[in-house]
């Protein structure tokens, strides 16, 4: 049967997992594969993964009819903090260590679980109804547990992990716990939720940053991290004054992570801006991956990374929208278009194409999670995160003559995406949400947010 979208996710999201079959029709489809294939195509998709592509299937379950629109892998967004979401328009033009120090942590410190779920639903939301089907996330130093209940009741495709901080770092003023409660409680909330929700979970241990954690913890994290096989996501070089303070005789951040043995496993770094030419081949020779967070670090005057130097090194690079305070949006689009513009003017215009970029949103994304044989493209066998995006705002036109591509770096906005499915479940239909409702979200939202402002400001901490 042909149903409207809205009406086809209410009924596909009673089926846990997107069980059945389910045929998109009629979309021009932007594949993302070895080939970087684009083709007017159907996709028929099968418990969950998607079976043909193109599709020969007439029929399905459940039938959306793509006309018109464009097809896309689900965007994949490789550094986001979803407990800061609370916090969006509370920490504004600071540098990212006063923005630290005089508001982040002290706001972080006074969440309560109740809070963090509303904080991480309102993030989910946002996330989305912008088309990111997949995020890579650090949360605060507890309830992150918090997180993955939202995260499993949400459908959004996370790896998430507590923020790991055992040490004092200097002019953050940041410090969490002891060394013995971070691993205890990172094994345990590894052991409860990796590869939940039927694998669509997975957990990442999260020292904070190379100075937030000792040695003694780092040691911990590399042996937990390569025995469980997981990842291990930290900030790293994010700013200058920061980064030169901080050096010791291990040196800055990339060569200090290499010399405790942290790029021998599955490590991604968020921002890497303060690199050199040493750093980069480090990064490329271990596999370590970079998330590029463009507007978080100019929002922060951080600077921005080196990425079309790493990427001409081999680098992995995904793209991140960090945390709602630093930005103000987690709008990959918005991250797409950034990219692609800001290294134009000190490497010429024809640095960083639409093609590139679309790539870190997509399959090098997937790259950084070592997921690339599951998300990232649509081809069979994969699982069906997908999107779908209108083309009627006058944005985008004129059509005739235009890459698709091109259209999606440098003219879509989150605003035009209308469905997003992860592993075949609708989430977005219609631009709709399906399963969830916005406004409870928002009232939850707002509540939460009086109620941590209210305890910051008696503790006397927000400065």
């Known amino acids: ?23 998109i029709r009629g979309g021009l489809v932007v594949t993302m594969n070895p080939r970087r294939e684009i083709m007017s195509a159907d996709i028929y998709v099968e ?40 916090f969006r328009g509370s920490a504004d033009d600071l540098d990212v260590v006063e923005w630290l120090r005089q508001r982040i942590w002290p706001l972080e410190q006074v969440h309560d679980f109740t809070s963090v779920y509303d904080s991480a639903r309102l993030g989910i939301v946002e996330l989305l109804r912008g088309g990111t089907t997949t995020a890579l ?32 770092e200097v002019a953050t003023e940041m410090i969490g716990e002891t060394t013995e ?10 052991k409860e939720y990796h590869q939940s929700s039927g694998g669509r979970l997975g957990y990442a241990f999260c020292p904070r940053g190379p100075r937030n954690c000792t040695e003694e913890l780092w040691d911990s994290v590399i042996a937990a991290a390569m025995e469980l096989g997981t990842i291990v996501h930290t900030h790293a070089a994010e700013n200058f004054l920061q980064s030169q303070r901080l050096k010791t005789d291990g040196g800055t951040d990339i060569r200090y992570l290499h010399g405790l043995g942290a790029t021998a496993g599955r490590l991604v770094v968020a921002h890497a801006v303060w690199v050199d030419e040493e750093e980069i081949a480090l990064l490329a020779d271990s596999g370590t991956a970079v998330a590029h967070c463009p507007s978080a670090n100019m929002k922060l005057a951080s600077g921005f990374a080196p990425v079309p130097e790493m990427r001409d090194r081999g680098v992995i690079v995904g793209l991140g929208a960090d945390g709602a305070p630093c930005n103000n949006t987690l709008d990959a689009f918005h991250e797409m278009r950034m990219a692609a513009l800001i290294h134009k003017p000190r490497l010429g215009a024809q640095v960083m194409s639409a093609q590139e970029v679309l790539e870190m949103a997509t399959i090098d994304g997937a790259r950084s999670l070592g997921l690339e044989l599951e998300i990232g493209s649509l081809e069979a066998g994969k699982r069906a995160d997908i999107i779908l995006l ?74």
Request: charged content about 20%; aromatic content about 2%.
């Open 137 to 168: 996330t650090i949360e605060t130093v507890r309830h992150t547990e918090a997180v993955f209940m939202a995260l499993a009741e949400t459908g959004l495709r996370a790896v998430t992990g507590k923020a790991m901080m055992d040490r004092l």
């Open 1 to 23: 049967m042909c149903l409207g979208a809205y009406e086809l996710g209410r009924l596909l999201s009673r089926a846990p997992g997107g069980a059945g079959s389910l045929l």
């Open 390 to 463: 209108n083309r009627e705002g006058s944005h985008l036109w004129p059509q005739s003559n235009v890459d698709p591509i091109v259209q999606v770096v440098y003219q879509h906005r989150a605003s035009d995406v209308s469905t997003v499915l992860v592993d075949g479940r609708v989430l977005l239909a219609d631009g709709e949400l399906t399963e969830l409702d916005a406004d409870e979200i928002h009232a939850r939202a707002e509540e939460s947010a009086r109620r941590v402002f209210a305890r910051v400001a008696a503790s006397g901490a927000l400065r």
């Open 181 to 190: 409660e971070s691993l205890r409680e990172s094994l345990a909330l590894a």
């Open 47 to 86: 418990d969950g993964r998607i079976a043909e592509i193109p599709s020969r299937h007439t029929a399905a379950d459940l039938v959306i009819d793509a006309t018109g629109q464009l097809v896309l892998p689900g965007l994949i967004q490789t550094h986001v903090h979803l407990c800061q979401t609370l």
